[in-house]
């Protein structure tokens, strides 16, 4: 028969495998409740109405060597299959389309439900930048709307 010493592991280690058996749970709960920040109010980009919302409170992070911040557009109004492309970008002026098109940040994809878009930002935002969207629709019409920060989104 082995002797074991009476010490603090050998005496609390079945308590690890609990928590290890507990955690998975907690994990599932928190991806099927997310809480996400309200939306921005709804604005009007030639014949699209577009809601966006960003994924979270937390300042732009680093995505294949370029500073992004995750939203969601929804569009209220107007047709997605009527846009050839769409970008969105944090700045104090929209960036033309022949630089947008030059990466891959920045452009809208996803269902007629909801378009993700990783929109090109800045490390650190100010208060005179803006959320801005361009829209090119298949006559090379090109519609443009825009959005004050969210001041939850400057960094202290």
């Given at each position: 028969m082995a002797r074991l010493k009476n010490t603090f592991?050998?005496?609390?280690?079945?308590?690890?495998?609990?928590?290890?058996?507990?955690?998975?749970?907690?994990?599932?709960?928190?991806?099927l409740n997310p809480e996400f920040p309200p939306a921005l109010e709804s604005r009007q980009a030639g014949p699209f109405l577009v809601t966006p919302m960003p994924f979270d409170h937390k300042p732009p992070y680093q995505h294949h060597d370029e500073f992004v911040k995750d939203f969601?557009?929804?569009?209220?109004?107007?047709?997605?299959?009527?846009?050839?492309?769409?970008?969105?970008?944090?700045?104090?002026?929209?960036?033309?389309l022949a630089t947008l098109q030059q990466g891959e940040s920045g452009i809208l994809h996803g269902s007629r439900h909801g378009q993700h878009v990783h929109a090109i930002a800045k490390p650190k935002l100010a208060a005179e930048d803006r959320i801005w969207l361009v829209i090119e629709d298949w006559q090379g019409?090109?519609?443009?709307?825009?959005?004050?920060?969210?001041?939850?989104l400057f960094l202290p």
């Open positions: 592991w050998q005496r609390n280690k079945y308590k690890l495998s609990g928590l290890i058996l507990v955690l998975p749970f907690w994990f599932l709960y928190q991806s969601l557009l929804t569009f209220n109004q107007g047709d997605i299959a009527d846009i050839r492309q769409a970008y969105l970008n944090i700045g104090p002026s929209p960036l033309p019409n090109q519609y443009q709307a825009q959005w004050p920060v969210p001041t939850a």
